[in-house]
């Protein structure tokens, strides 16, 4: 079964090492997202990476927008797919990745409010809007999976790491 995978987080780390996993899994159309991505959401193409920053909320509208076009176009030959498909499945697994996140560690009494807003709205909120803006395609999809990723400093404690 053909897999259509996407991962957020492809920058760095897991990330990147399961963009360069899918990308050479024959089975598997892979999109990746991360701030450091290649090209601009704009331009969706399978197998590259596309820039986006999760915590903007004009570029998960652009995101939002763009996938649809994208997906309309390269798996569901030009029909909308969110009417399309509302009695029937395409055989395919959509599979996301979610690795995007980052660090923030600091004294308690030295954390800085806007840093912790950043962190939670890049490690917990994004992950959330994301999930609505992919829940329109679960039941498209003959499979579906949400994979999230997280690190040993947010299961355990570590010394200055009280927000992670």
């Known amino acids: 079964m053909e897999k259509v995978v996407c991962i957020f987080g492809s920058g760095s780390g897991i990330g990147s090492a399961l963009f360069s996993?899918?990308?050479?899994?024959?089975?598997?159309k892979t999109l990746g997202f991360s701030r450091s991505g290649e090209q601009s959401l704009e331009s969706l193409t399978w197998q590259k990476t596309h820039s986006i920053d999760l915590t903007n909320e004009s570029e998960l509208n652009t995101f939002q927008s763009q996938l649809k076009v994208f997906f309309a176009e390269q798996i569901f030959g030009g029909k909308n797919p969110i009417t399309l498909f509302k009695d029937s499945k395409?055989?395919?697994?959509?599979?996301?990745?979610?690795?995007?996140?980052?660090g923030l560690f600091s004294r308690i009494s030295d954390l800085n409010r806007e840093d912790v807003r950043k962190h939670f709205e890049l490690n917990v909120f994004s992950t959330l809007f994301l999930c609505q803006i992919l829940s329109d395609y679960l039941p498209i999809f003959e499979r579906s999976s949400f994979v999230f990723l997280g690190s040993t400093a947010g299961t355990m404690g570590f010394p200055n790491s009280s927000v992670y």
């Open 21 to 28: 996993r899918f990308g050479k899994d024959p089975q598997a």
């Open 90 to 102: 395409i055989d395919r697994h959509l599979v996301v990745y979610f690795s995007q996140g980052n």
